[in-house]
């Protein structure tokens, strides 16, 4: 029996799952056929992941895979034995999730997801493809623990860029919307979404207040781009899920997480959404567009 601890809820971002499942049956495992799969979901409440750790250990499940950067901690606190993947979008090692990405020395191994290193690149972007803004906001989640070292990095490349950032945070779906208030008050030309488990799981919803208060924005994953958002630069969220189901599929096999080393993601993708730049008005700079990967119209 494998158990998976999400930040999400039930129901979102099901792609994530899918991709999961699909990695699993590489493995040679289904659901339903020759392995039961235990939930449990923290519904973007990040201080439940510890009890609902604890109950999957008390399940004595054989391995937990963790989906959302604060799940994973959360069940390394819990067992020292069981081993748990993970996918995040952090460093492991100062995570203290294991010893080394080669040698994780430890029960927790899985998959580096490009992407709170990217953060300070996505400003860059941004302040290339709109050379005129001099304000620009940062949306991050104070629950999340990287936030601090997000709003370091974004300082610094605000700095070196001469523009000014202000650093709005948001916890719930209520925090999002009085953000993006607050960013019109601010008079800012444009935003980066910090990464976040819980923006994932909000990509819909931050899209649709961008485009509604017509405010240039990028993000680190495609779904952002795919449901109208203006960018994304990142590693492929779903190929990341799928390895975790892989790397769980090869545990349940009789592998140790010791001799499974932590995979990094190298590829990175720029996506560009052609009509919600239109509807913006924004016109992407030739060289800029050179770099894209993907034109979504």
Do not use: C
């Not at 510890?50 to 250990?57: I, M, R, W």
């Not at 795919?226 to 590693?235: D, I, K, P, T, V």
């Not at 993708?269 to 800029?288: H, R, W």
């Amino acid at each position: 029996m494998i158990g998976v601890l999400s930040t999400r809820a039930p129901g979102q971002d099901p792609h994530i799952l899918t991709a999961f499942r699909e990695g699993l049956k590489e493995a040679a495992f289904v659901e339903g056929q020759n392995v039961a799969i235990e939930y449990r979901w923290a519904e973007g409440q990040y201080d439940r992941l510890p009890a609902l750790a604890a109950d999957l250990v008390r399940r004595q499940v054989a391995v937990i895979a963790t989906m959302g950067t604060p799940a994973a901690p959360a069940a390394k606190a819990a067992t020292a034995t069981i081993p748990v993947v993970f996918a995040i979008g952090d460093d492991p090692v100062q995570l203290g999730l294991v010893d080394s990405l080669s040698r994780p020395g430890s029960n927790a191994t899985g998959i580096v997801i490009l992407s709170a290193e990217l953060t300070q690149k996505r400003l860059e972007l941004l302040h290339e493809l709109l050379p005129a803004v001099t304000v620009i906001a940062a949306l991050l989640n104070p629950a999340n623990a990287n936030a601090d070292s997000q709003s370091k990095d974004l300082q610094a490349a605000a700095r070196a860029l001469g523009v000014q950032i202000h650093v709005l945070r948001a916890s719930t779906e209520r925090d999002i919307e009085a953000a993006f208030t607050t960013l019109l008050e601010l008079r800012a030309g444009g935003l980066v979404i910090g990464t976040d488990p819980f923006f994932n799981s909000r990509s819909d919803q931050l899209a649709a207040l961008a485009l509604r208060h017509a405010v240039p924005t990028i993000y680190q994953f495609r779904e952002f781009a795919a449901a109208g958002g203006l960018m994304s630069y990142g590693a492929s969220i779903t190929d990341g899920y799928r390895q975790v189901g892989v790397y769980t599929g090869r545990l349940l096999k009789g592998e140790t997480p010791r001799h499974l080393p932590v995979v990094q993601s190298t590829k990175v993708d720029l996506i560009y959404n052609l009509k919600t730049a239109k509807t913006l008005g924004v016109e992407v700079p030739l060289p800029l567009l050179m770099r894209v990967s993907e034109v979504i119209e």
